[in-house]
């Protein structure tokens, strides 16, 4: 695909995602404009630019779409970074978003907010983009606009059924699993044993740190998808707690565990 050089471009949602966009978008094209707009500025700012990009937190992104369809274009492509789709995809159609196609980039930081930013947060990093009624221009827009940010774009041919199936299991389940673990070790060697806690703890509670203002719309809009994962997940804890001295039981869920592991390592 050869490459399309948006002429301005406007971020809305300035932490971690909306200003690695900022700083991967002044990096690869120097000469664009670009207006960063945090979520309780108007959003009059976004008139004008080729392509509007709110990277806020999924409500937020909900919230302020029916006044973004009477501030673009119709040749505007507006692309979103929530971490759930269907919701999202299928409020812009009900506000009359002409080029809206719906992306979710697979990319974080250890330290979130802005000053986590970076300008090669993207890169080499997947990018879901997905909108099945979307024209095929405003798809072919979306994906040359990410891979400019150095993202690799793949695209789902529904209105995120896909995406919000599969961000359930290898993104919403683990962020529950890590918060949860992470409140009862801490009940159980109180505050204090916790300081001897070792890399293991650590390594599998690192989500734990993440904060409730995005996670709470996240898990809202698509309990459908996750209830059963943690249904699953619970049933089966019980059942090897019941079997911890069972060998074989023991055996086989490490070693079905690790032939997992190796397909995602």
Same mark, same amino acid.
Request: with cysteine; hydrophobic share 50%.
């Given at each position: ?9 406007? $971020?809305?949602?300035?932490? &971690? ?13 120097p000469a664009i404009g670009i207006t960063g707009l945090d979520r309780s ?29 009477? &501030? ?22 009900? @506000? ?7 992306? %979710? ?10 000053? !986590?930013?970076r300008a090669d947060l993207f890169t080499g990093r997947t990018w879901f ?19 400019? &940010? !150095?993202?690799t774009p793949h695209r789902f041919p529904d209105n995120g059924e896909q ?6 299991? $290898?993104? %919403? ?12 070790? /801490? ?12 890399? !293991? ?9 993440? %904060? ?26 019980? @059942?090897? @707690? ?16 690790? /032939?997992?592991?190796?397909?995602? &390592?």
């Amino acid at each position: 695909m050869g490459e399309i050089v948006p002429r301005s471009i406007a $971020v809305v949602g300035l932490g &971690l995602i909306g200003t690695s966009v900022v700083l991967a978008a002044k990096a690869r094209w120097p000469a664009i404009g670009i207006t960063g707009l945090d979520r309780s500025d108007s959003l009059d700012g976004i008139r004008g630019a080729d392509v509007v990009v709110l990277a806020a937190p999924v409500d937020s992104i909900i919230e302020m779409l029916p006044e973004l369809a009477r &501030l673009v274009s119709a040749t505007t492509l507006v692309l979103d970074t929530g971490s759930t789709k269907r919701a999202i995809l299928s409020a812009a159609a009900g @506000a009359g978003i002409p080029q809206f196609v719906g992306g %979710h980039p697979m990319a974080g930081g250890t330290q979130s907010g802005p000053a !986590g930013a970076r300008a090669d947060l993207f890169t080499g990093r997947t990018w879901f983009l997905m909108a099945k009624d979307a024209p095929p221009r405003a798809l072919e827009r979306a994906t040359a606009f990410v891979e400019g &940010l !150095g993202a690799t774009p793949h695209r789902f041919p529904d209105n995120g059924e896909q995406h919000d199936r599969i961000a359930a299991a $290898v993104s %919403h389940l683990p962020q529950v699993v890590a918060s949860t673990l992470m409140t009862v070790a /801490r009940d159980a060697a109180g505050a204090d044993g916790l300081k001897w806690a070792g890399a !293991g703890l650590r390594d599998t509670t690192r989500l734990a740190l993440s %904060h409730a203002d995005m996670w709470t719309s996240i898990l809202a809009t698509n309990q459908d998808q996750l209830q059963p994962l943690l249904t699953d997940l619970a049933a089966r804890l019980v @059942a090897i @707690a019941n079997q911890l001295d069972d060998r074989e039981a023991v055996r086989r869920l490490f070693d079905d565990a690790v /032939r997992a592991k190796a397909s995602c &390592l």
